[in-house]
């Protein structure tokens, strides 16, 4: 097999052995060789290494590597150790590896410079909004918050936070903090039964970050230095849009310090605190079960699972002595419950 072949095929090669030839060395290479240790010979002549032959191509693979080699007196091929072909063939690779790591960091660096001049342009000359997409978007916040000057606002959900996740997030959080920029996180209400997150967030706060947590769905936003925020596109989870229009990022930094000022501090564990969560999460629960929504959009706009939302609405059946929903949604009725009662307060 010749590396053009899996050059055409789009594959890596790396020192003329390509991604094909290692697939076909395990698929049928190896088997040969197999074959040519136990017979002690291979003779040259075998209809299968002919040109359209079923080992033809494995028959030149293991030629190129050097795991076989043509005996001078008997005209047949003789297995040659396999570690000391390995040597030839793996070490290499793994010196060009590592001088291609090398090189792509130095290419991340020189990119981080013209990168970091685009975002602080603004939007005169080019546009005002970025579509971002898959893997570029963790690329983009990784060098947005390492260019982050002096503020980083954050509104999360809890769904989809994982403790990989969560952990990745707090050394680059961390390094921000440590240069100085003021962080404000938000979260609902139920991250504060998440223990990855209180890990995070003791690490955060610990560097003066501040989290505070809200009983109402919101949706994922970021803000850097007020000059740039990133939200989530309407093609889905895997999009986003980074937004550099002032006005706009002025208008949604508004809303976030409006919502900030009615969260609550997530490091309070005060008794009282935490019965106002409760009552928070117990009023949702009722809005949304007046408003009729499914229980997966239910659960998805407190934060939590399916059946953790379930035992909510079972609270609530026992509390109000009932049945079903639909006995419970009527003693609600008669009794004028809205689960708007704090706010009217």
Same mark, same amino acid.
């Given at each position: 097999?010749? +590396? ?97 790591? +090398? ?75 440590? !240069?100085?920029? !003021? ?13 990855? +997150? ?59 310090? !409006? ?87």
């Amino acid at each position: 097999m010749s +590396t053009s072949r899996g050059a055409e095929r789009g594959s890596v090669c790396v020192l003329g052995f390509s991604a094909d030839d290692r697939e076909l060395f395990e698929s049928q290479g190896a088997a040969l060789f197999e074959e040519v240790v136990k017979q002690g010979s291979l003779c040259p002549d075998d209809a299968r290494f002919d040109d359209g032959g079923a080992e033809h191509d494995a028959f030149h693979l293991l030629l190129r590597m050097g795991l076989l080699q043509l005996d001078p007196e008997s005209r047949e091929y003789a297995a040659v150790d396999p570690s000391s072909v390995q040597a030839t063939i793996v070490t290499p690779m793994s010196a060009e590896g590592a001088e291609l790591l +090398t090189e792509s960091s130095r290419w991340a660096a020189a990119f981080s410079g013209v990168s970091t001049a685009w975002r602080r342009s603004g939007p005169t000359g080019h546009g005002s909004i970025t579509e971002l997409q898959g893997d570029a978007i963790d690329v983009f916040l990784e060098s947005l918050v390492t260019d982050a000057q002096f503020e980083l606002l954050t509104a999360q959900p809890q769904t989809g936070r994982d403790a990989a996740g969560l952990a990745a997030a707090a050394v680059r959080d961390m390094a921000a903090l440590d !240069r100085g920029v !003021r962080m404000r996180i938000l979260y609902q209400h139920s991250a504060r039964r998440s223990a990855a +997150t209180h890990k995070y967030v003791a690490q955060v706060t610990g560097r003066g970050a501040e989290v505070r947590t809200l009983d109402e769905f919101f949706n994922r936003l970021i803000v850097v230095d007020r000059t740039t925020a990133v939200i989530p596109s309407s093609q889905g989870l895997d999009a986003a849009l980074a937004i550099r229009e002032p006005s706009v990022v002025a208008y949604l930094v508004d809303m976030f310090d !409006r919502t900030w000022e009615r969260a609550r501090p997530f490091t309070n564990r005060e008794n009282s605190m935490l019965r106002h969560v409760a009552t928070e999460q117990r009023a949702m629960t009722i809005r949304m079960l007046i408003e009729g929504h499914a229980d997966p959009t239910s659960a998805k706009r407190l934060g939590v699972s399916p059946r953790t939302y379930a035992g909510y609405v079972a609270d609530l059946k026992e509390e109000y002595q009932v049945m079903t929903r639909f006995q419970l949604g009527y003693a609600m009725g008669q009794q004028g419950v809205s689960g708007r009662e704090d706010e009217d307060d």
